[in-house]
Structures are given as structure tokens and as C-alpha cells.
């Protein structure tokens, strides 16, 4: 992985962010903007993958040590990172944000847009499909995410939710839905069903486009 330094300057995600917005950095440019620098051994840009890893597997309260022990953070910059994280969470919070149009579900899940593998999204929803939480449920190959009612459902059954709506990105940026797509969203409905619960949409991503199930007539 390079090292800051030897990214031209308007590469380089501080620099970057400064020239042309917060918004045009990938998630993990901007965790190595929090973190500021690394070490000889492990540049920014490493430390900041790991910790962007750390973040996509908990789904929640991130413990400090699994910041800390990281090679390159150290009690520092993880309390940097989690402070930043907090201050979101109190000042943006998703929480009570209202689903009209399938397309509102995006900023809960666009930037994870750029990633390499799937991520598959699960968003708990009110009665009045107000957003009480966004999980990730799975994170798979290249072009194929692994997912099971069982690990789509545990999560929206303990939040009381009286519906989902389901989102995975497409790395390769085509977001047509593949007939594995189309299988699992007929076999989350019926489970949803059976629970008592409703799948309002199924919205496959990219970096600007996305596409629904429901606006489809699929669902």
C-alpha cells in the first residue's frame, strides 16, 4: 500500500478534502484524515483499512482495545476516531430519518458504494417506517454476498420492527439484479411474512446509480 507521500498532493485525503469536500472521500480517506499519520511500519492508509474493518464487522458500539490494539493506533487516535464517531451519531443520527421513496434509504448505505465486496444492508423500520437501525448483515466475495433469513431477521426481531428494507452494493457498478438477487429478495419476503414482519424494497447500488425492487414491480 503506498504511503501519503508518495501520493501526489491533490491525492492525498487531507489535501483532498480541503480542495473538494468532505463528501468526495471514500470512508477509509477519511478515517486516515482522523488519524492524521502512521508509522514506518504501517502507513496511514494500512491503519486506516484496519480500522474501517473493524467498524464493518461490530455493526455497533466499537470496543476501545479493538481500536487500540490495531499495529500503528494506540489509546490516541483510537479515542480521535471514537470521538469522531460519537459526534456523529449525536449530531446526524440516522435514527428517525423517514422512509418515503426507496431512494431515501441511500444515505443510510451509499458509501459503502466503493467497496470491493458486497455488503449486504439490513434497515429496521417503525409502523411509520421511520429508520430505528442500518446493520450490515453480511460481507461477501467479489460479486456474491452471503446471506440467511436466519442473520437478516435476528437483529429487526430484537428491535421491535414492523418492517426492513434490504440494500447491498455491486462493486462491479451494474446494478441490474442477478437471478441470486432475485432469489434471495422472494425468499426474505417470505420469511418476512412468516414473522409478521413486511419487506418494503430491495435496492442494489453503485456509486450514482441504484436500482428497486418495488419501483420494479419485483416485490
Known amino acids: 500500500m503506498e504511503k501519503i507521500t508518495s501520493l501526489l498532493p491533490a491525492e492525498r485525503p487531507r489535501e483532498k478534502l480541503l480542495t473538494i ?5 471514500s470512508d477509509q480517506e477519511l478515517l486516515a484524515v482522523l488519524i492524521g499519520s502512521g508509522t514506518q511500519a504501517y502507513p496511514v492508509q494500512r491503519i486506516a483499512e484496519s ?12 470496543p476501545p482495545e479493538s481500536l487500540i ?3 500503528g493506533m494506540g489509546a490516541a487516535k483510537a479515542a480521535l ?8 451519531k449525536r449530531r446526524l443520527c440516522a435514527e428517525h430519518r423517514k422512509i418515503v421513496f426507496p431512494k431515501d434509504i441511500l444515505p443510510l448505505v451509499s458509501h459503502y458504494a466503493d467497496r470491493k465486496q458486497e455488503h449486504f444492508i439490513c434497515v429496521s423500520l417503525t409502523g411509520g417506517h421511520e429508520v430505528i437501525a442500518s446493520r450490515v448483515v453480511s460481507v461477501g466475495l467479489v460479486n456474491k454476498a452471503l446471506v440467511h433469513p436466519r442473520e ?3 437483529d429487526p426481531i430484537s428491535d421491535r420492527a414492523a418492517a426492513v428494507m434490504l440494500a447491498h452494493n455491486h462493486p462491479s457498478g451494474n446494478i441490474a ?4 438477487d432475485r432469489t434471495i429478495t422472494d425468499k426474505l419476503k ?17 456509486r450514482s446509480e441504484y436500482y428497486s425492487f418495488s419501483e420494479h ?3
Do not use: R
Open 21 to 25: 469536500g468532505a463528501q468526495a472521500l
Open 51 to 62: 480500522v474501517l474493518a473493524v467498524f464493518d464487522s461490530k455493526n455497533g458500539t466499537i
Open 69 to 71: 490494539s490495531l499495529p
Open 81 to 88: 476516531v471514537l470521538a469522531a464517531l460519537e459526534f456523529c
Open 152 to 154: 437478516v431477521f435476528a
Open 177 to 180: 439484479p442477478s437471478c441470486e
Open 190 to 206: 417470505k420469511a418476512a411474512t412468516t414473522l409478521g414482519s413486511k419487506l418494503l424494497d430491495h435496492v442494489i447500488f453503485g
Open 217 to 219: 414491480g419485483l416485490l
